[in-house]
C-alpha cells in the first residue's frame, strides 16, 4: 500500500545516488556562459516542463550581484502561443528546436529535462543545439534512454518512478541554483 511516509523513503533513498561530478560540471557550465554572457536555455515536458520554469524563475530572480553579470535565462516551454503556434502548423518535436534556432547563438547552454529520455521535441532541441554550438545539459531518470548520448553532461536519477525523478530533478536544480548564488 502507497503512503506518502514510503514515498518520502524512496525519494530520500535515491538523492545518494545522484552522481556529484556532472552536478558540479553544470555548476562551472553556468559560471562559464555567465561570465562570457551567454544564454541559458531549459526546456522539458508536463512536470519536467514546469521543473525548468522554476529552475529559470529561481535564477533570473535570486542570483542578482553587483559584482557579477546578470543570467540570462530564456525556458522554452514558458511562450505558450509560440509552443502551440509551431505544435499546430509544423508538429510538436519542434516546439523546442524552432525557438532555439532563432534565439540561441554558439557558445549558449541548454538545459535539456526529460524523465524517460526520449521525448522527441526534446531530442531535437539538443540535436538542434549541437549543430549550434551549445553546451548540451540534461537531466534525465531511467537508463538515461536518447537524451544521454545528445549530452555533454547527463545527470541520470536512477529510478523508474516519473515522480522520484522530477522530484531528483527539482533537487539537483536546486543544488546547482544554491551553489550559484555563492
Same mark, same amino acid.
Do not use: W
Given at each position: 500500500?502507497?503512503?506518502?511516509? !514510503?514515498?518520502?523513503?524512496?525519494? !530520500?533513498? @535515491?538523492?545518494?545516488?545522484?552522481? !556529484?561530478?556532472? @552536478?558540479?560540471?553544470?555548476?562551472? @557550465?553556468?559560471r562559464q556562459a555567465q561570465a562570457a554572457g551567454k544564454r541559458i536555455f531549459t526546456c522539458g515536458n508536463g512536470g519536467s516542463s514546469a521543473n525548468a520554469s522554476h529552475f529559470v524563475n529561481d535564477m533570473l530572480k535570486s542570483t542578482i550581484r553587483p559584482d557579477r553579470p546578470r543570467l540570462k535565462l530564456i525556458c522554452l516551454s514558458d511562450n505558450i502561443s509560440t509552443l502551440t503556434a509551431y505544435a499546430n502548423d509544423v508538429g510538436y518535436d519542434v516546439i523546442f528546436a524552432e525557438p532555439l534556432a532563432s534565439l540561441a547563438e554558439a557558445g549558449d547552454v541548454i538545459i535539456a529535462l526529460s524523465g524517460s529520455g526520449n521525448s522527441p521535441n526534446v531530442l531535437r532541441a539538443m540535436e538542434t543545439a549541437g549543430a549550434l554550438g551549445l553546451t548540451r545539459i540534461g537531466l534525465t531518470g531511467r537508463d538515461g534512454g536518447k537524451l544521454k548520448d545528445l549530452c555533454d553532461i547527463c545527470v541520470i536519477v536512477p529510478h523508474d518512478s516519473m515522480q522520484v525523478i522530477e522530484d531528483a530533478h527539482l533537487v539537483i536544480l536546486h543544488a546547482v541554483f544554491l551553489a550559484l548564488c555563492e
Amino acid at each position: 500500500m502507497f503512503t506518502p511516509a !514510503a514515498y518520502f523513503q524512496t525519494v !530520500a533513498a @535515491v538523492l545518494p545516488q545522484i552522481p !556529484a561530478e556532472p @552536478v558540479a560540471q553544470i555548476v562551472a @557550465v553556468l559560471r562559464q556562459a555567465q561570465a562570457a554572457g551567454k544564454r541559458i536555455f531549459t526546456c522539458g515536458n508536463g512536470g519536467s516542463s514546469a521543473n525548468a520554469s522554476h529552475f529559470v524563475n529561481d535564477m533570473l530572480k535570486s542570483t542578482i550581484r553587483p559584482d557579477r553579470p546578470r543570467l540570462k535565462l530564456i525556458c522554452l516551454s514558458d511562450n505558450i502561443s509560440t509552443l502551440t503556434a509551431y505544435a499546430n502548423d509544423v508538429g510538436y518535436d519542434v516546439i523546442f528546436a524552432e525557438p532555439l534556432a532563432s534565439l540561441a547563438e554558439a557558445g549558449d547552454v541548454i538545459i535539456a529535462l526529460s524523465g524517460s529520455g526520449n521525448s522527441p521535441n526534446v531530442l531535437r532541441a539538443m540535436e538542434t543545439a549541437g549543430a549550434l554550438g551549445l553546451t548540451r545539459i540534461g537531466l534525465t531518470g531511467r537508463d538515461g534512454g536518447k537524451l544521454k548520448d545528445l549530452c555533454d553532461i547527463c545527470v541520470i536519477v536512477p529510478h523508474d518512478s516519473m515522480q522520484v525523478i522530477e522530484d531528483a530533478h527539482l533537487v539537483i536544480l536546486h543544488a546547482v541554483f544554491l551553489a550559484l548564488c555563492e
